[in-house]
């Protein structure tokens, strides 16, 4: 059909963002798309660190960040979050700082399990944050329950979102056009190591 476009998925599970389906990998896809939307598909188990809207970098704020997070129990993601002071060269001697991350699922504790690790390096400016607000969006695929969630093995609050098909996906709110979500918010030391469960 000419009005259908086609989609090439390499292995894995693949959530289609704009239709809410999931996809095995290894084939082509072919779908029409409304005029707001477009072939956007996230690998199942992916973890996503996005910043919020800004006019651009410069008046980004990096102390705020959300990972949204796509949980699957055969699949994992790890990646680093690189930061330096955005405005000088001073990175190519080094002046740069990475903080690693990972996500799975932990059988034994029937829980999707984020690790965030220490900061290494350093960099001279305003943008050093010590400090970092991080929300954790957690997509509810599925129609999965969270039963409750632990940080570093406290229980913390969270919430659950409705899910919203107004909304644009990958986005830095609360909302998913694909699922409920559940809702972590937490301030952060960028020194220290730290495990957040989501049980279910």
Request: glycine share 8%; net charge negative.
């Amino acid at each position: 059909d000419d009005n259908k476009m086609a989609t090439y998925l390499p292995a894995g599970k693949w959530l289609d963002v704009f239709g809410g389906n999931i996809y095995g990998g290894g084939k082509t896809v072919r779908r029409e798309y409304e005029l707001k939307e477009m072939p956007l598909f996230v690998r199942l188990g992916a973890l996503l660190p996005l910043a919020y809207e800004a006019h651009n970098t410069k008046e980004q704020k990096w102390d705020r960040l959300v990972y949204d997070f796509y949980p699957c129990k055969d699949a994992t993601d790890r990646g680093y979050l690189y930061e330096d002071d955005t405005e000088t060269t001073a990175y190519k001697l080094g002046q740069c700082r990475k903080s690693a991350y990972k996500a799975g699922y932990c059988k034994d504790c029937n829980a999707y399990v984020i690790n965030l690790s220490k900061a290494e390096g350093n960099f001279k400016g305003e943008k050093c944050f010590a400090e970092r607000e991080l929300t954790f969006k957690v997509h509810l695929l599925g129609n999965e329950q969270i039963k409750r969630v632990t940080v570093n093995g406290e229980e913390i609050e969270f919430k659950v979102v409705r899910k919203d098909t107004s909304v644009f996906p990958i986005n830095a709110g609360e909302t998913a056009p694909d699922s409920e979500t559940a809702i972590v918010t937490l301030i952060t030391d960028v020194t220290e190591n730290y495990e957040i469960k989501f049980y279910l």
